[in-house]
């Protein structure tokens, strides 16, 4: 299957501060791409589509100002986390879809002290 | 999308099938029903999708009854690696289309 990988894999960065996750499609072009967040012993929650050339659309209730998102070109799409908060703490998942299938990166796990 | 509904959790023997049911009542017929599976503090791998057949491939088998309302994921050997959670998806398989996760189902397999 397809190839999409997240860097970093985990951060831990001090409340106040900006992070920045990346997604990249390895072995693909991808138009669209998806972030996710996730706590502990929860789902997936969509957090917003990312579409190459174009705006990001926000999901209802994430702050767009607070969540940025890039993608700037077709294997790449990055989420910047501004102004991190302890709060902020979560899994954060990345999918790209490839004709009718979507794969998932390994995951960033921010941690905010 | 259509609303899926799991059992929370289920364990399984070590090589044993694993049956993992889904309930999709409200799928619309250019909906597909696809699974996914989540490692402990991985992200989702894509297992197996279908629309009205049943589906098979090296890592599972999709049964959908005909009137589509139900599915079953099937694991035909159980190992301790399969031990994650399970999720049923209901979408149309649209490029742009986004997937809505549910709270699947957590299966431990024992030894």
């Known amino acids: 299957g397809a190839v999409v990988s997240q860097h970093p894999s985990w951060v831990i960065c001090k409340s106040g501060t900006s992070v920045k996750i990346e997604c990249r499609s390895l072995d693909f072009q991808a138009t669209t791409m998806f972030w996710y967040r996730q706590f502990p012993k929860q789902s997936l929650m969509l957090m917003a589509t990312?579409?190459?050339?174009?705006?990001?659309?926000?999901e209802q209730g994430v702050e767009k100002d607070k969540f940025l998102i890039n993608h700037a070109s077709l294997t790449l799409s990055t989420l910047t986390v501004t102004s991190a908060h302890p709060e902020d703490s979560s899994f954060y998942i990345c999918?790209?879809?490839?004709?009718?299938?979507?794969?998932f990166g390994q995951g960033t796990r921010l941690t905010v002290v | 999308d259509a609303k899926t509904t799991q059992p929370p959790s289920m364990d399984c023997a070590e090589g044993r099938a694993a049956n993992l049911p889904c309930n999709h009542s409200t799928i619309s017929g250019n909906e597909y029903v696809y699974w996914y599976r989540q490692i402990h503090s991985q992200g989702p791998q894509y297992i197996i999708h279908g629309l009205k057949n049943n589906e098979t491939n090296e890592m599972a088998s999709l049964i959908i009854t005909e009137d589509r309302k139900s599915s079953t994921l099937i694991l035909p050997h159980a190992t301790l690696r399969d031990t994650a959670v399970y999720y049923c998806?209901?979408?149309?398989?649209?490029?742009?289309?986004?997937?809505?996760f549910g709270g699947g189902t957590r299966v431990l397999v024992k030894p």
């Open positions: 990312s579409n190459e050339g174009s705006k990001a659309t926000y």
């Open positions: 999918s790209a879809r490839l004709t009718t299938e979507a794969f």
């Open positions: 998806i209901v979408r149309v398989a649209a490029a742009g289309n986004k997937l809505t």
